[in-house]
């Protein structure tokens, strides 16, 4: 498969998210009824659906996308350069919406255009589809796979690939880019902070950052799995 693909044909992306409000208090209360039989599934000893209302993020049910990087690989002058934009914001629809525009843009191009994340196929691609739904949005072809055969959801996961068909096994992007030698993404925070930067630090660009260097990132391991040199720092540009 890996033979196959052509870097520049591949679209990188990553996101970020927090739970829809700042405090468990600030949901209306059938919401927090809906979050107390969710949470109940994973509290520990003492611990209150309150107390763990921050992981409230990683579901789209109760969460919200605050940022969307993506970024693509360009030649220049026999160089590979790097190229990532974020969609980032407290208008989650709005977002979504440039987002989805880009997307239908860079797809229709080629037939050969992939999307690519890690974890993505658990995380990232279901996440945004499913936000776009509850924002009362039209899917992009791309994400709307119901009924298609597998050859034609043009998926890339980099943890899938890592995982050689063993599907019990998880290895953090962090870890990956630790043991082939490639520049961490998490040098200043991690996904467990990006709530408390929205919402304390309201400081979306140093999540928006955050998460354009997980894109990299991403684009840096496929590169490996592909036997190709890794994109150099100064190749990498910011798209405003």
Known sequence: MLDQLAPEN????DIETVPQHEN?????EIMQQLWDKKAAYFLKDEETPA???ERAGIYAE???IVCISAGIIHHVKGEMHFKVKSFAGEDEKRLLMEFSDMLDHFMSKSPNHNLCG???KEFDFPYIARRMLINGLKLPQCLNIAGKKPWEIKFIDTLDLWKFGDYKHYTSLNLLTTIFNIPSPK???DGSQVAEVYYKEKDIE??????????????????RFMGKPLIEQDYFERVI
């Open 187 to 189: 040098d200043d925070i």
């Open 10 to 13: 591949i679209l990188f992306i």
């Open 51 to 53: 107390d763990i209302y």
């Open 206 to 223: 140093r999540i928006a950052i955050y998460c354009e260097k997980d894109v990299l990132a991403t684009a840096q391991l496929l590169l």
């Open 24 to 28: 468990y208090a600030d949901q209306d």
């Open 118 to 120: 890690h974890n993505a």
């Open 62 to 64: 109760f969460g919200k």
